[in-house]
């Protein structure tokens, strides 16, 4: 009864889209189990690239079914225009998703309210996404949310809806031309929710009956281990639980059934938002990092913060996930960086050595210690074979390996789907 649970390393952006889909083919299910919308996997498609945001990456395999778990929020609206954009690519959703009837519904007043929140901030700002991911998790264990299921007793559910727009109007203190349309947009999310009935369900007894039935299943993180909210660089973090171990919480399915855990991690770091990263290149070599993997938000366009790799983070990162294996991404982007740094330690202040990775308010005052390689300078986009590499790229994978004390079994160098080289276990 195998579950791979496939979780990504950094701060998000590792390219877990593109993992997730090449595992996810001759997988009976991909769940999705955390974050929503705030999230943007990317998958190439003949010559495009489509990006998903709410719905699970293996949708785009037909026969492949697709879960939304309890521990995501899920934004009716937003979800609409998705499928949408899946039919416009050709993909044929059909009865294949299903949706936990548990999971939290995305308000419109939400967002306005996190609009505010973030502005109160100032220059403390987190830098959401501002797809209202907070305030959704906030109102959750608030206990006064709004989940799928209740969307299928429509008078109490419309009145519940319009209570919640009236109490964050409230809060907010809007024009009226602005509460006029978020009232109009609560109108909209009413009716696609009550749409969204028919697709609500048991995620758990649907999975542990493709478990029993000896299927396989793909349980798809979001966003990435520093952004987790227990584990990550917090405040700087989302709110969704990003570590495989939400994976178990968000479908419903013991710990006992998730037989492996992947790790994806990027060849080097990046961020969007605020927050330590004690690895960043405020440079020319950051800037060149950022143009050459087209380092750009997925869901917002935001122009990402990128650095050298960080060793420490990813032993802490995998320790935490229990990672059996990493896939590496985007060694591609690392070609004609020479040399090529790497974060092995920490240095507060000069009297303190610091070996642990840590993330609280002292993170940022940290010093990182690093080790240079030797890079290489031949183009490797579409290696296929871990012998066609040059030896420099070689030996980083094999440094990041020691690292970490994780083998890398796949190694990314492109954005295509065959752009991927496979190590044997
Ligand atoms: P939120 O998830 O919109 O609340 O944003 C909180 C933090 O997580 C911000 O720094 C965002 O930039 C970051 N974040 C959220 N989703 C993603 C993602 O999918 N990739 C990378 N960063 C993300």
Redesign the pocket.
């Known amino acids: 009864m195998p579950t791979t649970v496939v979780v990504g390393l950094q701060?998000?952006?590792e390219g877990k889209g593109k993992m997730v889909h090449n595992l996810s083919e001759s997988a009976t299910a991909v769940a999705r189990f955390s974050?929503g919308a705030?999230?943007?996997h990317t998958v190439r498609l003949g010559d495009s690239d489509l990006v998903l945001h709410q719905v699970p990456t293996g949708l785009v395999h037909p026969g492949v079914r697709a879960f939304v778990g309890t521990g995501c929020v899920l934004d009716p609206i937003a979800l609409s225009e998705e499928l949408q954009s899946l039919a416009e690519a050709g993909i044929n959703v059909g009865d294949r998703l299903r949706i936990s009837s548990k999971v939290h519904l995305v308000h419109p007043v939400y967002r306005a309210l996190?609009e505010m929140e973030e502005k109160k901030r100032g220059g403390g700002a987190?830098?959401?996404?501002?797809?209202a991911?907070?305030p959704t998790y906030v109102e959750k264990f608030s206990r006064r949310g709004i989940r799928l299921e209740d969307a299928a007793c429509e008078s109490a559910f419309r009145e519940a809806v319009r209570a919640q727009t009236e109490r964050g109007l409230d809060i907010l203190d809007l024009p009226a031309d602005r509460c006029s349309e978020i009232r109009r947009r609560s109108e909209l999310f009413t009716d696609l929710s009550l749409d969204l009935v028919e697709l609500a369900g048991d995620v758990s007894l649907d999975l542990m009956e493709i478990l029993e039935n000896g299927g396989l299943v793909m349980a798809e993180g979001?966003?990435?281990t520093l952004?987790d909210p227990d584990h990550g660089t917090y405040p700087?973090?989302?709110?969704?639980s990003c570590v495989s171990g939400a994976a178990s919480i968000s479908l419903g399915i013991g710990p006992a059934s998730i037989d492996e855990v992947v790790g994806v991690v990027k060849a080097y770091c990046s961020?969007?938002?605020?927050?330590p990263f004690p690895t960043e290149l405020k440079d020319e070599t950051g800037d060149m990092l950022r143009e050459k993997g087209h380092e750009y938000?997925?869901?917002?366009g935001?122009p990402r913060r990128c650095g050298w790799l960080d060793g420490v983070l990813l032993r802490y990162a995998s320790r935490l996930n229990g990672c059996h294996w990493l896939a590496l991404t985007m060694l591609d982007v690392l070609s004609g960086f020479d040399p090529l740094r790497v974060c092995t330690r920490y240095e507060l202040d000069p009297e303190s050595d610091v070996p642990l990775f840590e993330t609280g308010k002292r993170l940022g005052k940290h010093r990182p210690v690093f080790e240079d390689l030797p890079g290489w300078e031949d183009d490797i986009a579409g290696t296929t074979s871990w012998d066609d590499l040059p030896e420099q790229a070689r030996r980083y994978v094999l440094r990041i390996e020691e690292l970490v004390g994780v083998p890398v079994r796949a190694i990314s160098t492109g954005p295509a789907q065959n752009d991927l080289i496979w190590r044997s276990a």
């Open positions: 701060w998000g952006d974050g705030n999230a943007g996190e987190i830098g959401t996404t501002l797809r991911i907070g979001a966003q990435g952004l700087y973090v989302t709110c969704g961020r969007v938002g605020a927050g938000g997925a869901t917002t935001r």
